[in-house]
């Protein structure tokens, strides 16, 4: 099996960005058009804990969904994996809601809810109700501020666990499953990037219940964290509920991390030749882009749209229909590739 990685910067991106074709309708006007408007109010509570409430009475629901700035990002070498373990723990119950008890409360008052964890952030989000409001409020609260006081060893030991096993499920028995990971460890030097979210065996097996508290007493504090409210509430009430539940979780005694190490500045191709027992051979071409919330960003999203997305899209139409060189074509976010059948 061969791979073949090439980071590029970004300039390449952008010039198929301005090359793709686009039609405007003859006389429209832009000022025009009507305006998308999403009403919001924005406020920070004492402890730092910022918090956006936007009101929608469409249909008799609301979403919350908590953002902690706590992706694998903010790892360090030797405890990779451990902002996603975390995100399993923090299902495990807290100091006033017993282990099974947060997904039985929410789906006893007809919610949902779940995670995730990527590189910059790890989030929690929950659907309910309107009537079940302060609920969730609850929920998000306690385990904010009194998770560690149901935590124990056992509990670490058995996420440990899940996250071993859903690591050999999704990658290494996988075919292509370290594709990812082999790219991002080529295309990053020292930017915790380099490292998979998901972490390492290793990593994961030398994670410990003071890790678990460290990271918790650092990452999961308020002043590090952004909670939305969305849907059919009434808003006043809702700040009142934040300021019930939140308000009483105190600030970090410690400064969160902000000291990522340096990236180098990329100024040639690099290239890579990985033998892997993959079922066929896989060429991936991998771009170095901006950030999200940069100008650039979305033209770049456009970009990948119109290369990508689809059987009808400029990479599969031309490399799996027009060339026959490859069995699937596709792309994902702002990394594009193909896994090729023949050369």
Not at 27 to 38: C, H, Y
Request: hydrophobic share 40%; proline share 7%.
């Amino acid at each position: 099996m061969t791979c073949r990685i090439r980071p590029f910067l970004c300039p390449a991106l952008v010039t198929l960005a301005l090359s793709a074709p686009v039609s405007v309708a003859a006389g429209d006007d832009a000022a025009a058009r009507p305006r998308l408007s999403v009403p919001y109010t924005q406020f920070t509570l004492a402890n730092g804990l910022r918090v956006v409430l936007h009101e929608d009475h469409s249909v008799p629901v609301v979403a919350v969904n908590v953002w902690y700035h706590a992706g694998s990002g903010r790892e360090k070498p030797g405890r990779t994996g451990f902002a996603h373990l975390f995100e399993h723990l923090m299902f495990e119950g807290s100091g006033h809601v017993k282990e099974g008890d947060f997904d039985n409360l929410l789906e006893g008052a007809g919610g949902d809810n779940n995670g995730s964890t990527n590189t910059d952030r790890t989030n929690y989000y929950l659907n309910v109700p309107s009537s079940a409001l302060e609920l969730a409020l609850f929920l998000e609260s306690d385990r904010m501020g009194y998770l560690l006081d149901a935590m124990s060893p056992g509990k670490v030991d058995g996420q440990r666990d899940v996250v071993k096993n859903e690591r050999r499920q999704g990658v290494e028995n996988q075919p292509y499953g370290r594709l990812s990971e082999i790219i991002y460890d080529h295309a990053f030097t020292n930017h915790p990037y380099k490292h998979p979210t998901i972490g390492t065996m290793a990593d994961l097996e030398a994670a410990s219940i003071s890790d678990v508290r460290d990271f918790h007493s650092i990452y999961y504090v308020p002043e590090n964290a952004t909670i939305t409210v969305v849907g059919d509430f009434d808003s006043l009430q809702a700040l009142q509920m934040m300021t019930q539940y939140f308000a009483r979780v105190p600030k970090g005694t410690k400064p969160v991390p902000r000291d990522i190490p340096k990236e180098p500045q990329q100024t040639k191709e690099r290239r890579a030749v990985v033998e892997e027992s993959w079922p066929l051979p896989a060429v991936v071409v991998a771009y170095h882009v901006t950030y999200d919330g940069h100008p650039d960003a979305y033209p770049l999203h456009i970009t990948a749209k119109i290369m990508s997305d689809g059987q009808s899209a400029r990479i599969p139409l031309e490399l799996m229909y027009k060339k026959r060189l490859a069995l699937t074509a596709f792309g994902s976010g702002f990394t594009w590739g193909s896994a090729a059948i023949r050369w």
